[in-house]
């Protein structure tokens, strides 16, 4: 009997697929595709398959693919600056997809109502806070470039969002350049006005980067290239189901639907594709931006090292080997 029982919950595993044999973590943030992907619970049935998802939320992409670089996080979506700031650092890590925005208003400039700033130009000697290294730290400079100012005409006040918006209601700060949802949030909660949106100064994509080990890593792979396919299946749902959208994240984050009511429809059409080398080309305009401001560690180089081109992520996941 003893000689059975080994033999039998080795058959079990054999059955269940090896359960939890590789762990993914995938590090996300408040809105996009990959909260709504967690919001629905669909990677949870691959336990059986032997990849066990695990989801780290992060307050922006900075810190997030800093925990990328270190081996925690196998996987993150980030805005347009996160992933150059990272690469000029050092990071070994690698695009493979990217999401479109068609919104304007994803991102703003924003003030207190009775703040006598009224245009771009205003701005000048003023205290602004930001996330390092952020797609709104690259849009801030997009929107100081326009008014003919630089990195060096204001007060640039590293913050994170939650600590931002204290700042910003206390007047420690004159202005915020920030992303939905805590745009809109501010908006809503503070009766602040927009200074300046993305309007007429282009618009920044968001993509989704994998550390190189994972890519090396035969499972990592597989389990990415599921998350790849899952993540486009669930743009495809979100673009069909908004309202579900909404009420998923208000539960999930304790978001007020007013403000979903908002910025759901502005991320329409949620879309993820595959990073193609002309992908690159906005990327060097970035990066050499921020060299220009000076505010990059060290001059990147984005070449064919820097990205990987998958498969389309649907139809390779009948190529995976799952059940």
């Known amino acids: 009997m003893t000689r059975i029982r080994p033999l039998a919950l080795t058959l079990s595993a054999l059955l269940l697929g090896h359960a939890s044999a590789v762990t993914f973590t995938i590090g996300y943030q408040k809105g996009g595709i990959p909260n709504i992907l967690k919001a629905r619970g669909t990677l949870d049935k691959y336990a059986v398959q032997g990849i066990n998802f695990k989801w780290v939320l992060f307050t922006a992409g900075p810190p997030l693919l800093e925990a990328a670089n270190a081996g925690a996080v196998d996987f993150g979506s980030v805005g347009n600056a996160p992933g150059v700031f990272a690469l000029a650092g050092g990071a070994d890590l690698k695009y493979v997809g990217v999401s479109v925005n068609r919104s304007d208003d994803t991102e703003a400039v924003i003030v207190p109502k009775t703040s006598s700033i009224q245009k771009a130009s205003d701005l000048k000697g003023k205290r602004i806070g930001v996330a390092r290294g952020s797609s709104a730290h690259a849009f801030l400079y997009s929107v100081l470039k326009s008014a003919g100012l630089t990195f060096k005409d204001v007060t640039v006040v590293p913050l994170l969002p939650p600590d931002a918006r204290p700042a910003f209601e206390s007047g420690s700060i004159d202005a915020w350049a920030i992303w939905d949802p805590f745009l809109t949030t501010a908006l809503q909660g503070t009766e602040a006005r927009v200074l300046r949106d993305h309007t007429g100064l282009g618009r920044g994509d968001s993509y989704h980067l994998a550390p190189s080990a994972v890519l090396a890593n035969a499972e990592k792979k597989r389990a990415l290239q599921v998350l790849l396919a899952e993540l486009e299946a669930t743009a495809d749902w979100a673009n069909r189901n908004q309202n579900e959208v909404i009420a998923q994240f208000s539960d999930e984050l304790g978001i007020p639907k007013s403000v979903l009511a908002v910025t759901v429809p502005k991320g329409v059409p949620f ?18 931006a921020f060299q220009e401001a000076g505010v990059l560690p060290r ?14 992520f649907k139809s390779a996941l009948a190529t995976l080997g799952l059940k």
Do not use: E, H, K, M
């Not at 690159?280 to 305009?285: E, N, V």
């Open 271 to 288: 879309n993820i594709r595959p990073f193609r080398a002309a992908d690159l080309a906005p990327l060097r305009t970035l990066a050499g």
């Open 299 to 312: 001059a990147v180089t984005f070449s064919t090292q820097s990205y990987v081109t998958l498969p389309a």
